[in-house]
């Protein structure tokens, strides 16, 4: 696992400027609802949570969050930082002044305005009704704008064939070919079976991708994914109720994906 380092001062230049509660809580109010829509999917990481947890196994090894969606999603590992994809990064931020480092996953932030989609040259990268932002692999052409406009360096490029780098292909996932451009998804495959599922028996879907399912498994509960468009669900809540930022709004994009401090 890749860990990455960041001062807090730099932390403040990726997060551009704390979006607090009253400011999230207007997002909230303001969400632009797709026409037939009924979800708005986020996910909401406890900051102290995730760093307890990755010092308590070494920031070196890979948390369960992260071997979750690795599995899960057919995400290879060539034993090459520079090279493998990473659907979830490690962040640390190390304070300048000393004292505790705490740590933070980035992926992709499913953004409202996802810069990624208005570069694309194929438009193989497009935002879902429902806001996950996914990528058809059949038109995605591996020019890499995505790569650059993304703000949050979410992307990963396929250098090489993934199959080399699995021991095990998960078949349920959608498979990549070499030379295109990979990412994230909420694990979409099993937000669209919960919602299915829950439509047909007259209930609320409550999908949980891979990394949430393993992070409460293992007792954290670091990772919290909801509808935002539910003001009963419990996403909703902590991010209308509590401090929480959003990393680089001054971009507009508007990320779906926030963070507890």
């Known amino acids: 696992m890749s860990v990455y380092w960041l001062s807090r001062r730099k932390l403040l230049i990726v997060a551009g400027s704390l979006t607090l509660t009253s400011t999230v809580g207007l997002a909230l109010e303001n969400l632009k609802k797709e026409e037939g829509s009924k979800y708005k999917w986020a996910m909401l990481v406890d900051v102290d949570k995730c760093t307890e947890c990755i010092k308590e196994r070494g920031k070196y090894s ?59 040259l194929s438009r193989a990268t497009y935002k879902r009704p429902d806001g996950i932002v ?10 890499r704008y995505c790569i650059i406009a993304c703000p949050y360096g979410s992307r990963s490029f396929n250098w090489f064939p993934p199959e080399e780098g699995l021991e095990h292909i998960k078949r349920e996932t959608q498979t990549r070919g070499h030379g295109i451009v990979e990412k994230c998804t909420f694990c979409v495959h099993r937000v669209d079976r919960e919602v299915n599922m829950a439509e047909l028996e007259g209930r609320k879907p409550k999908p949980v991708p891979a990394c949430v399912e393993a992070c409460h498994k293992d007792g954290k509960g670091s990772l919290i994914f909801g ?24 971009f507009g994009t508007k990320p779906h994906v926030f963070y507890k401090l």
């Open 62 to 120: 890979k948390p369960p969050c992260v071997v979750a969606c690795d599995i899960e999603n057919n995400v290879p590992d060539f034993d090459d930082p520079l090279r493998d994809p990473q659907w979830i990064k490690i962040i640390e931020l190390k304070p300048e002044t000393g004292g505790e480092s705490i740590f933070i996953p980035l992926m992709c932030n499913h953004c409202e305005y996802p810069a990624c989609a208005q570069v694309c």
């Open 134 to 143: 996914v990528i058809d692999y059949h038109r995605c052409i591996g020019c």
């Open 227 to 250: 509808n935002l468009l539910d003001e009963e669900s419990e996403i909703y809540k902590i991010v209308k109720e509590s401090k929480v930022i959003t990393l680089r709004p001054e």
